[in-house]
């Protein structure tokens, strides 16, 4: 259990926008920035992993070669790859808001183009657009809800966004079955499978062009104290408000810096590094499950294929997200990112080893499933997280972005070399493969220290000047406190 840190307050001292959000009692607002974040991760996952059913039925139609296939399934991790870098600095230097909205429209155009496909080129073209929107929708989903949240409840909140996950996993089967089961051709099938992407897609983009820019954005990096403080008290209808804050600076951090200074390459080393490790073994296996699946019980049909990989993601998957989610803060974040690569590894050691178990249907569900909840409670949602709340603000989505970029890369290699490593080194090898990288995983995440149920300005290190804002006699700059001015908050509570 991770112990919350004191919190004593000068009677005297003014809050600043990041001491309301970091002190704030979790009410509707929260709730409301949980669901937008949430619904484009919800399409994120759908539009990824509805593409391992939509391959199946394309390899057969089209008549695809295995590598032809494999550019189907992770064209669009390629490009989350891009996303991920490109738009994760872009909402450091032009707002988290602008970004958010832009991604949903490139998610929008990807979904649409890419059902009406009449080659591999064009739908490989088309997953590659929308990719590129998966990519830069998860820096700015986890960081601006990061930056909404309270010290107490912070990884609970951005760990529900990413729970939203877990239903794009369930609706993207449940689809399939319910057009093949209805007679609908294979072609409709698969073509209305990623035309129904656009559908949330379409409604993250109106919801977020009603969110307000981070506040810890705009008052710590760009200056505008007032009209942070302003649109928090609208957007949370006066839950967190104060007549009078601080102002608050700090010095911009450019990407250079980022990467040489020994604190952020060793965080940058240790998100991006483990999250690398994970996406391998991860959409490896998930993205070339089908195949999994083929080699483990060869006579079962595309429709209980669907039915074994919908039993894996709602029995196992989905009450990992909601235990991840609900028991991160009280376990530690990092701590519980460690938990879960030592129970993939084990899992994937024993699939490995034990000839038996890749042989029968109904141990391999059983131990294949004990990973698939280890890896959402643990390192599915930790590697999310973590990226979101280690990085100094005015870097903090360029800090996730390469964290999340680096670990598309992964996945990208994973979707390519998976089915090679079958074919050549069986599906025992594959998983002892598997296993070696969650070990990996573990590693490198020892890099990381623990941010679980502490200010973001503490975990970033950040030392900025306040300055009262408006009149008075304790008007004027002074430096703030060893934690940043970050618990003198009672004030502002009087205040609202």
């Known amino acids: 259990m991770v112990p919350r840190p004191a919190a004593p307050a000068s009677p005297g001292a003014m809050a600043t926008v990041s001491d309301l959000l970091n002190e704030a009692p979790r009410t509707r607002f929260h709730r409301r920035a949980v669901i937008v974040s949430g619904v484009g991760v919800f399409t994120d996952a759908y539009d990824l992993f509805v593409i391992s059913t939509v391959a199946a039925l394309v390899h057969a139609q089209w008549h695809l070669a295995t590598t032809e296939t494999s550019w189907v399934t992770g064209s669009a991790i390629l490009g989350a790859f891009i996303g991920a870098l490109v738009f994760g600095r872009i909402a450091d230097l032009a707002g988290r808001k602008s970004v958010y909205a832009a991604v949903a429209v490139v998610m929008v155009v990807g979904a649409l183009t890419s059902a009406f496909a009449n080659g591999v080129v064009w739908l490989v073209a088309a997953r590659f657009v929308l990719g590129l929107g998966i990519g830069g929708d998860y820096p700015v989903s986890a960081v601006l809800m990061s930056e909404y949240a309270n010290r107490d409840d912070r990884g609970r909140m951005v760990g529900l966004v990413f729970s939203m996950q877990a239903l794009g996993l369930v609706v993207g089967p449940l689809v399939g079955l319910a057009l093949l089961s209805g007679s609908v051709s294979h072609d409709l099938t698969w073509r209305l499978m990623l035309g129904f992407g656009a559908i949330?897609?379409?409604?993250?983009?109106?919801?977020?062009?009603?969110?307000?820019?981070?506040?810890?954005?705009?008052a710590r990096v760009r200056g505008r104290t007032e009209r942070a403080a302003a649109e928090l008290a609208r957007f949370s209808q006066g839950a967190v408000a104060a007549r009078t804050v601080s102002a608050e600076t700090v010095?911009?951090?450019?990407?250079?810096?980022l990467l040489t200074s020994g604190r952020t390459l060793r965080l940058v080393l240790g998100t991006a590094g483990a999250w690398f490790l994970f996406d391998y073994a991860y959409y490896g296996n998930t993205l070339s499950l089908p195949a999994i699946l083929k080699d483990v019980a060869p006579g079962a049909s595309l429709v209980t294929n669907l039915l074994l990989t919908l039993i894996l993601f709602s029995g196992f998957a989905v009450p990992g997200y909601v235990l991840a989610f609900a028991r991160m803060d009280r376990i530690g974040h990092r701590r519980l990112q460690l938990i879960g690569f030592s129970v993939m590894a084990a899992a994937f050691v024993v699939l490995g080893a034990v000839p038996a178990l890749t042989?029968?249907?109904?141990?391999?569900?059983a131990l294949f499933g004990v990973s698939y909840f280890f890896i959402e409670f643990g390192p599915n949602t930790t590697t999310f997280v973590l990226p979101s709340e280690l990085f100094p603000v005015s870097v903090r989505t360029t800090g996730h972005g390469i964290a999340a970029g680096i670990g598309k890369l992964g996945a990208f290699i994973g979707v390519f070399l998976v089915p090679v490593l079958e074919q050549r080194i069986g599906l025992r090898g594959m998983l002892l493969v598997a296993g070696a990288a969650a070990v990996a995983g573990y590693l490198v995440t020892l890099l990381l220290p623990e941010?679980?149920?502490r200010n973001l300005e503490d975990v970033a290190a950040e030392r900025p000047q306040v300055r009262t804002a408006g009149a008075g006699p304790g008007a004027g700059w002074r430096p703030a406190g060893r934690l940043g001015a970050s618990r003198a908050v009672a004030p502002s509570r009087a205040l609202r």
Not at 251 to 257: A, I
């Open 200 to 218: 949330p897609a379409a409604a993250v983009l109106y919801l977020r062009t009603r969110m307000p820019e981070s506040p810890r954005f705009q």
């Open 251 to 257: 010095e911009r951090v450019g990407v250079g810096s």
């Open 451 to 453: 941010p679980a149920r």
């Open 359 to 365: 042989t029968t249907v109904a141990p391999f569900i």
